[in-house]
């Protein structure tokens, strides 16, 4: 089940880092510009407030216990 990992702090963190990679798409060049795509992964992680990675390493960030 996907219970919420990531925390308000973390959240934000990754929020911030989301945004800086994805901006690469923008100020890149060429092909490799796409790997400012990758910054929709922390993004996404911080919407949906879970994280697998999390999950798997058994890390919880946010308040709530499980």
């Given at each position: ?32 510009r ?33």
């Open positions: 089940p996907m219970t919420a990992n990531v925390g308000s702090a973390d959240r934000v963190v990754r929020v911030i880092i989301g945004l800086v990679i994805l901006s690469y798409l923008f100020i890149g060049e060429g092909s490799a796409y790997f400012g795509l990758i910054g929709l992964v922390p993004l996404l992680t911080a919407a949906i407030g879970y994280c697998p990675l999390y999950s798997i390493i058994g890390m919880n960030t946010c308040g709530v216990k499980r």
